[in-house]
């Protein structure tokens, strides 16, 4: 050591860094103040972002499901499987028996886990796991809550699919809510005025095979949110605002508890009319996607450390780009999907820096992209 110094060369320094989790490069920044300002250096984010968005491929096949949920605007609803290198391959994929003769409101939730896939549908109760790949599917059962209660509707708003590593075991996380429904009864004497239930949340275990309450006061999840909730490593998250505040929720699987990441502080202005936020998981990261309408680009943060506001970081600016109107979601090799403004589904090729149409069209908000992973793993027999 005493003959070669503890000196690195600035070269292989900037290797070593570019391929640094966001996490540990931003603890890096006190080494010295080159390196603390790297983040306002944008040949390194470029060759940063660039070396993050095209990385990590190890885990994905060369298969997306992108759902175009049944709409009357939807020309082509259905769950497609695209494949190939420009993604030219399409199938139009049958749904699992209990959707085949009512597939309206279709959902997606989350991350496709050991190759099951968790489809819902929309304020229903009818959720149902699926591995395509065997053609096996289960019927997640009815739970307390749904016990029907005169002059009650019952509205199910869903917020994450995913995998307990402590316990094996798969969860669905939903909000119920009780509205009241007097509508045919206005005639009708000592009609209710409030309803007799509180809202509830509850979480759905495939070991058990059953729902039970979760006794804790999440936070509502955001309607305005685009495609949410995600899962990654044991955990679901979604977006939340109070007043002024705006902030992540994670909720983690094993242990049923929280964890609040504020929002950057430039993230005030982000909930108006012309800014409008999407959450993804890239490459194993938590990103959010925000779109400007008025300047048509989309600036692209990346979560460093859940907890941590100060570890949001831009990344990544796309456009602008007129024509293209919100990020649906990623594909291989960096390629991200949108929904252009005429509907029509389009790839922008992160190293081509071009766009590519896709050949399917949809209304707004209501496509959603994942990456599937085939797996013979049953669901039915998993813990008999």
């Known amino acids: 050591m005493e003959k070669f110094g503890y000196h690195i060369h600035n070269d292989l320094a900037l290797s070593i860094l570019l391929k640094l989790p966001l996490k540990s490069l931003k603890r890096f920044?006190?080494?010295?103040?080159?390196?603390?300002?790297?983040?306002?250096?944008?040949?390194?984010?470029s060759m940063y972002w660039s070396n993050f968005i095209t990385s990590n491929h190890s885990s994905y096949q060369d298969v997306l499901f992108l759902l175009i949920p049944k709409t009357y605007r939807n020309k082509h609803p259905g769950l497609y499987s695209l494949s190939g290198e420009r993604y030219e391959n399409k199938v139009k994929l049958d749904w699992p028996p209990p959707f085949q003769?009512?597939?309206?409101?279709?959902?997606?939730?989350?991350?496709?886990i050991n190759g099951i896939v968790c489809?819902?549908?929309?304020?229903?109760?009818?959720?149902?796991?699926?591995?395509?790949?065997?053609?096996?599917?289960?019927?997640?059962?009815?739970?307390?809550?749904?016990?029907?209660?005169?002059?009650?509707?019952?509205?199910?708003?869903?917020?994450?699919?995913?995998?307990?590593?402590?316990?094996?075991?798969?969860?669905?996380i939903r909000h119920v809510l009780y509205q009241l429904d007097v509508s045919d009864t206005d005639d009708m004497e000592g009609k209710p005025n409030n309803v007799s239930r509180n809202d509830t949340w509850e979480i759905y275990s495939l070991r058990r095979n059953s729902w039970k309450k979760l006794d804790l006061d999440l936070p509502q999840i955001r309607s305005n949110w685009?495609?949410?909730?995600?899962?990654?490593?044991?955990?679901?998250?979604?977006?939340?605002?109070?007043?002024?505040?705006?902030?992540?929720?994670?909720?983690?699987?094993?242990?049923?508890?929280l964890?609040?990441?504020?929002?950057?502080?430039?993230?005030?202005?982000?909930?108006?009319?012309?800014?409008?936020?999407?959450?993804?998981?890239?490459?194993?990261?938590?990103?959010?996607?925000?779109?400007?309408?008025?300047?048509?680009?989309?600036?692209?943060l990346i979560l460093g450390e859940l907890g941590v506001k100060e570890s949001w970081t831009k990344l990544y600016i796309i456009g602008p780009i007129p024509c293209i109107e919100h990020p649906i979601g990623k594909g291989e090799n960096g390629d991200l999907f949108f929904r252009r403004k005429d509907g029509e589904i389009v790839w922008f090729n992160y190293n081509t820096q071009k766009i590519e149409e896709l050949g399917l069209q949809a209304d707004a908000y209501s496509p959603d992209i994942v990456i599937y992973k085939e797996s013979l793993l049953p669901i039915g027999q998993i813990y008999n």
Not at 150 to 162: K, L, M, R, S, T
Not at 268 to 286: A, C
Request: hydrophobic content about 35%; some cysteine; charged content about 20%.
């Open 119 to 172: 489809l819902y549908q929309g304020g229903m109760p009818n959720v149902v796991l699926w591995n395509p790949t065997t053609e096996e599917f289960k019927v997640i059962p009815p739970s307390p809550t749904e016990t029907p209660v005169i002059y009650e509707d019952e509205c199910f708003e869903y917020h994450g699919f995913g995998y307990d590593l402590v316990r094996d075991d798969y969860n669905v």
């Open 259 to 300: 964890c609040i990441t504020p929002f950057p502080m430039d993230m005030n202005d982000s909930f108006d009319d012309f800014v409008i936020p999407h959450f993804r998981v890239l490459n194993e990261s938590i990103a959010l996607i925000l779109n400007y309408l008025k300047m048509t680009t989309f600036h692209i």
């Open 101 to 112: 003769e009512d597939d309206r409101a279709m959902g997606m939730m989350g991350t496709v």
């Open 29 to 45: 920044n006190c080494v010295c103040k080159s390196w603390s300002q790297l983040f306002e250096n944008p040949n390194f984010m």
């Open 226 to 257: 685009g495609h949410l909730p995600i899962y990654m490593n044991g955990m679901c998250h979604w977006a939340e605002e109070s007043g002024d505040e705006s902030y992540m929720v994670s909720f983690y699987l094993s242990n049923e508890l």
